[in-house]
């Protein structure tokens, strides 16, 4: 059938495909309209009450198409129908292109007119094209897109859809999600569905997880995203919704997630062990079932290991561990248990090559062949994947770290390797900083042991005991030191300071000030002196190494005697007094002086009586503090810890330590128990002689009397000649009264006082002298001899061992 052409004239049918002619009428057997829609009048403006009834070529724009248009609609058979494009006249005056679809319409009679529809032609033909790009562009959509009715099921699915779930496209239309994708999932996309259903907002970029044939070992994920479908009077057709893969991107995102995490996480410490164990404390769940860090004894103790490829047969011990599982069932090997590594396990091959050692898929049989050990528990726990990578820093190897996958169901790759790589560089680094650290703190410790006292002195004065703890690893070797010095006549001198800094430099400056306090306390200095000395010292070693930050003390004399305590303090914590009725209290009204190192300022000494058992606990300020916490609080509990600790100091000790020092220590603790006692009357004698030299025979008369009411005949000879000749001097060059005091303590002690201020001196006479072999000669039958001095006196005092224990 010929029809108007786009020309004007008739033509062949275009065949334009139209889906909808919303313009509708009917033509009766004369040609007349006698049917118009709403739609008509709209397309082409004229009302219905001026067409029905009008012959319908009158609405052709041109008379030529008139006479074409009834000729061929004449010629036509009455049963066929045409389709066409017609220039036909707007009711505005204008031409209108109108594709038109013509049908007959039969009666009871026959035929009865015809029905028509049309539609703007310039519309349908961008219908059309549109149509056709839209089914280009579905079929070669790169990602999945499919369209589902209310009840959820696939109404439409594009290839990019059939090829992702493996499905051919006429299987899937009428089917739910979950019947031909079992590893999707199921349960999120139907709830996203259901959620654009029935509230009409779109849902943007979720993410869902799943399988797909081409790559059945690994977990995919997509960005799904949905909304709907409607006609244009707003009823729903539909959902369509579609995927995008960002399993790629997911996985960097999860990867540089996960270094960051290591970053944060590894390293916190300068401590081999801790640092291994936050190595494989990281790398699960996110990158293993199991993690395993194992370093070889050479880096645990701090030493050089050599460069190049290592032997199997390295001694190594397991310092990390971590899994998913209770009980880690996996670990052939506990922390802290030495490990083997056999021939040809990943492990060993690592290790021989320097290089990672990746099986993604285990077969216990072949990849522990030689290890039955390792072997079983493969078997065991389903190991079915596993990494082996070397810790090398700075061209070492250190260790090797091992990563599985148990339950976790996807192999490892290429991709773990580099993330596992990148996680150990990263750690070995840590470790080797730590081994550095240890290897030097190693040997600061070791300086600060040898510095400090191994055993405490035993004197009839106080019974002591003490506790040292150096600090934490990563905070350096502190410079805390305690001595307890015997002094002369029975007294016992007790010191506690603290060297400012942590470092071995802080050690090396506590070890010159302890021998310094040695020194001093031979000269029988009083303790405001002791410290005054000391602040000079630190003041010359700061001017030479600016490193010397100064140092705080307390320094304590102690005489069983007299039950003095004479102390004073620079810049320390004031000590603890437990009086033998358990009333605990700190001596703070000592005048506190600056730290050593000040200067320009004196310090001041206090005195205290002390009743026999009364309990003198000094210590660092490392016991007392801690970062976040005010020193009240410490003092507080170390009140509570010495009111409530009972029996041996040693004991008391560890329990006042346990109770009171800080969780996490920063900071040297330093801790010295002293319990004073007091010496019995019967074992202290003193007379008082005057200047004249009779006295000397009348002095070695006491003293023998004396000996031998302590039964101590075989020191008579020469405890005589120490009197006499201590005595003959006080008389020769002093002047004021003399006192002869003997003391039976852990030696016998012969002292001389006197009213002079001048020091004898010990000298070598001539052969021609007549006198001057006086303190040589008591020099020679003494254990030790010595001076000190009082306000306005001063005593020579000889000490001699007894020749049993004192009763």
Avoid at 289 to 299: I, R, S, Y
Avoid at 357 to 381: F, I, N, P, S
Avoid at 584 to 592: G, H, K, T
Wanted: hydrophobic share 40%.
């Amino acid at each position: 059938m010929n029809v108007p052409d786009s020309s004007g004239g008739l033509g062949r049918a275009s065949g334009v495909p139209l889906e909808r002619y919303p313009a509708t009428a009917f033509v009766d057997g004369q040609g007349r309209v006698s049917l118009w829609s709403p739609e008509a009048e709209s397309l082409l403006g004229y009302p219905a009450e001026e067409v029905l009834g009008t012959p319908a070529v009158d609405l052709l724009a041109l008379p030529g198409e008139r006479e074409s248009a009834l000729a061929a609609g004449e010629r036509r058979p009455p049963r066929q129908g045409w389709d066409g494009v017609l220039r036909v006249s707007h009711r505005e005056g204008h031409a209108l292109r109108l594709a038109v679809r013509v049908r007959p319409m039969l009666g009871a009679a026959g035929h009865a007119g015809w029905a028509v529809s049309g539609a703007d032609a310039g519309q349908a033909e961008r219908a059309k094209v549109d149509r056709a790009i839209g089914q280009v562009l579905f079929s070669q959509c790169p990602f999945p897109v499919t369209v589902h009715d209310r009840d959820l099921r696939y109404r439409w699915v594009n290839a990019a859809t059939a090829r992702a779930v493996g499905v051919p496209p006429e299987r899937l239309v009428g089917r739910r999600i979950g019947d031909d994708s079992p590893h999707a999932d199921v349960p999120r996309l139907e709830h996203m569905l259901r959620r654009v259903r029935d509230g009409g907002e779109p849902v943007l970029d979720l993410q869902v997880h799943g399988r797909v044939p081409s790559d059945p070992d690994h977990t995919r994920v997509w960005s799904a995203s949905s909304f709907r479908l409607t006609d244009p009077a707003g009823g729903l057709l539909g959902m369509c919704q579609w995927y995008v893969d960002v399993t790629e991107g997911h996985r960097a995102q999860q990867r540089l997630a996960l270094l960051s995490e290591a970053s944060e996480r590894i390293g916190t410490t300068l401590d081999v062990a801790i640092t291994a164990q936050e190595l494989a404390d990281t790398a699960v769940p996110d990158l293993a079932d199991m993690a395993a860090v194992d370093l070889f004894e050479a880096t645990m103790q701090g030493e050089e290991f050599p460069p190049g490829p290592v032997d199997r047969n390295v001694r190594a011990r397991r310092a990390g561990l971590s899994s998913t599982r209770r009980g880690t069932p996996e670990a052939a090997y506990l922390v802290g248990e030495a490990v083997a590594y056999h021939p040809g396990t990943p492990q060993a091959r690592c290790l021989a090559t320097g290089m990672p050692v990746l099986v993604r898929k285990v077969d216990a049989e072949e990849t522990y062949a030689l290890d039955e050990r390792r072997a079983g528990r493969v078997r065991a726990t389903g190991i079915h994947s596993l990494m082996a990578l070397p810790l090398r820093a700075r061209g070492t190897t250190l260790g090797v770290a091992f990563f599985s996958r148990s339950l976790n169901p996807e192999p490892y790759d290429e991709g773990d390797v580099a993330l596992a790589e990148d996680f150990c560089s990263r750690a070995a680094v840590w470790v080797d900083n730590a081994r550095r650290y240890t290897r030097e703190h190693t040997t600061a410790l070791s300086l600060q042991r040898s510095l400090l006292p191994h055993s405490l002195p035993d004197t009839l004065a106080v019974e002591t005991a003490y506790r040292y703890l150096p600090t934490a690893s990563h905070a350096g070797t502190g410079g805390d030191w305690f001595d307890v010095l015997p002094l002369s006549g029975a007294r016992v001198a007790m010191v506690v300071g603290d060297v400012i800094g942590h470092d071995l430099h802080a050690a090396a400056v506590m070890g010159r000030l302890r021998t310094a306090v040695h020194t001093l306390a031979d000269l029988e200095l009083d303790p405001d002196e002791v410290l005054t000395q000391l602040d000079d010292l630190v003041i010359r070693l700061a001017r030479d190494d600016p490193d010397v930050q100064g140092a705080t003390c307390l320094y304590a004399v102690y005489d069983p005697v007299s039950r003095r305590c004479v102390l004073a303090r620079a810049g320390h914590p004031p000590p603890a007094l437990v009086q033998p009725d358990g009333t605990v209290a700190f001596l703070e009204d000592i005048p506190s002086g600056p730290p050593l190192g000040v200067g320009a300022f004196p310090f001041e000494t206090s005195e205290r009586r002390l009743e026999e058992g009364t309990l003198l606990a000094l210590y660092t300020d490392g016991l007392v503090e801690a970062p976040g916490q005010d020193v009240d609080v410490g003092l507080k509990r170390l009140a509570r810890a010495l009111a409530g600790s009972e029996g041996p100091l040693e004991q008391m000790c560890g329990e006042i330590v346990d109770a009171v020092a800080p969780e996490r220590q920063s900071d040297d603790v330093a801790l010295l128990l002293a319990r004073t006692h007091v010496l019995e009357a019967d074992r202290v004698v003193s007379w008082d002689l005057v200047a004249d030299s009779a006295q000397v025979a009348k002095a070695r008369t006491l003293a023998a009397r004396q000996l031998a009411q302590w039964d101590l005949e075989p020191l008579l000879f020469t405890t005589e000649l120490i009197v006499s000749e201590l005595v003959t001097n006080a008389i020769r060059h002093a002047r004021g009264p003399i006192r002869l005091r003997l003391v039976r303590a852990d030696s016998l002690i012969c002292e001389v006082t006197d009213g002079s201020l001048s020091a004898p001196h010990l000298r070598r006479a001539r052969s021609n002298d007549e006198g001057g072999r006086g303190l040589f000669l008591v020099a020679q039958v003494s254990s030790r001899w010595g001076t000190r001095y009082g306000r306005d006196c001063k005593t020579i005092w000889a000490e001699q061992p007894l020749s049993g224990p004192p009763r």
